[in-house]
T-cell receptor
């Protein structure tokens, strides 16, 4: 049973380009969470999704950021027109239940660098 | 608004020492509290999960306690080893399934 898979591990973009980060949850997990970690800081919640639904996006910037978790395929975090301040590690986590009772399992993250 | 604080920010100890990492949170309405380990450039590894109705959990040399009323949790590491060197993150899950993290304690265990 593979863990949470994120790709790419490292992504370099120039200012103004688009970044697409992918997350495949653990088998059997239908709840996905995205977090952002800036250098020397803790993880900050961005968005919580279930299959085909956004449950909570209160941590996501209102502009340029979007997330989806389609019926088939991985969850995608999309950042349009990236700026240097978007440089961070983006972590995805999955859970078999969204009730707050179970553990979250984290991927290894995608390190986004904006030049 | 839930805020999670971890003290100290960094800790350096000689091998073999027992140590305590502290975590505090401002809102006692939590579902559970989880301690993670993060190695440089890598993802998070879950160490211990404490449900809101529990007071502690143990795994090997690790023991985590939870006092919801005072908004505190501690992670106790017995007989520390150089391999324990990492950043330790405390996180609480609040009612909307949001997990809030502290900034972490960076632990160095010297041989």
């Amino acid at each position: 049973n593979a863990g949470v898979m994120q790709n790419p591990r490292h992504l370099v973009r120039r200012r103004g380009q688009e970044a697409r980060l992918r997350c495949s949850p653990m088998k059997g997990h239908s709840h996905v969470y995205w977090y952002r970690q800036l250098p020397e800081e803790g993880l900050k919640f961005m968005v919580y999704l279930q299959k085909e639904n956004i449950i909570d996006e209160s941590g996501m910037p209102k502009e340029r950021f979007s997330a989806e978790f389609p019926k088939e395929g991985p969850s995608i975090l999309r950042i349009q027109q990236v700026v240097r301040g978007d440089s961070a590690a983006y972590f995805c986590a999955s859970s078999p239940t969204g009730q707050g009772q179970g553990k979250l399992f984290f991927g290894s993250g995608t390190q986004l660098s904006v030049l | 608004k839930q805020e999670v604080t971890q003290i100290p920010a960094a800790l350096s100890v000689p091998e073999g020492e027992n140590l305590v990492l502290n975590c505090s949170f401002t809102d006692s309405a939590i579902y559970n509290l989880q301690w993670f380990r993060q190695d440089p450039g890598k993802g998070l590894t879950s160490l211990l999960l404490i449900q809101s109705s529990q007071r502690e959990q143990t795994s090997g040399r690790l023991n985590a306690s939870l006092d919801k009323s005072s908004g505190r949790s501690t992670l106790y590491i017995a007989a520390s080893q150089p391999g324990d060197s990492a950043t330790y993150l405390c996180a609480v899950i609040v009612l909307n399934n949001d997990m809030r993290f502290g900034a972490g304690t960076r632990l160095t265990v010297k041989p």
